[in-house]
């Protein structure tokens, strides 16, 4: 069997690919609305070096921007060689200790405070539903932005600042 890749390049077989998807029904995420955003996506989580379907599943648009997980975050960061450990993770505090390859640390502490003081806490909501994933997805996101900003290229937990040149997006059985 061959091997055929789909490069960047052919914008055409990737807008079938995601024309495809868009007609795949109930396989895609709610918050993907056509076949451009599945494209988005993809290309987005191609840049990191994430595969089609694992983009699709953990990078979202949020107001025309590309954010992500914060579990796809940790992945990304323990793949590139970044200790990841949780000290706190609770409803009301998360602390999360980043060691980087080189021996240098970073701790970030997301707790009700913070949250509050960002006019995240109370109300309505995932903030009141969900606390403890809320804060360890805020506490994920700001030690990235602040520490390993490498890996997610220098990005925000709500975007993604495209900088690595996009090679391949992936492969399939001709």
């Known amino acids: 069997m061959s091997e055929a890749m789909v490069k960047a390049s052919d914008l055409?077989?990737?807008?079938?690919?995601?024309?495809?998807?868009?007609?795949?029904?109930p396989m895609l995420p709610a918050h993907i609305k056509s076949p451009g955003e599945a494209l988005a996506v993809i290309m987005a989580g191609a840049e990191l070096g994430?595969?089609?379907?694992?983009?699709?599943?953990g990078i979202h648009l949020v107001k025309g921007k590309v954010g992500m997980d914060y579990s796809l975050m940790i992945?990304?960061?323990?793949?590139?060689?970044?200790?990841?450990?949780?000290?706190?993770?609770?409803?009301?505090?998360?602390?999360?200790?980043?060691?980087?390859?080189?021996?240098t640390t970073h701790a970030e502490v997301w707790d009700v405070e913070r949250a509050?003081?960002?006019?995240?806490?109370?109300?309505?909501?995932?903030w009141s539903n969900y606390p403890e994933a809320m804060l360890t997805a805020r506490c994920t996101s700001s030690a990235a932005r602040a520490f390993a900003g490498d890996v997610l290229a220098g990005g925000k937990d709500a975007e993604i600042a495209f900088r690595r040149p996009l090679r391949?997006?992936?492969?399939?059985?001709?």
């Open 50 to 57: 994430i595969p089609p379907m694992a983009s699709l599943r």
């Open 75 to 103: 992945g990304l960061m323990r793949r590139a060689g970044y200790g990841v450990q949780w000290v706190t993770k609770s409803a009301t505090r998360c602390e999360l200790l980043l060691t980087h390859r080189d021996g």
């Open 116 to 126: 509050k003081k960002a006019g995240l806490w109370g109300g309505a909501g995932s």
């Open 12 to 25: 055409d077989g990737l807008m079938r690919v995601a024309d495809m998807l868009g007609k795949a029904g």
């Open 168 to 174: 391949y997006l992936w492969t399939e059985d001709a």
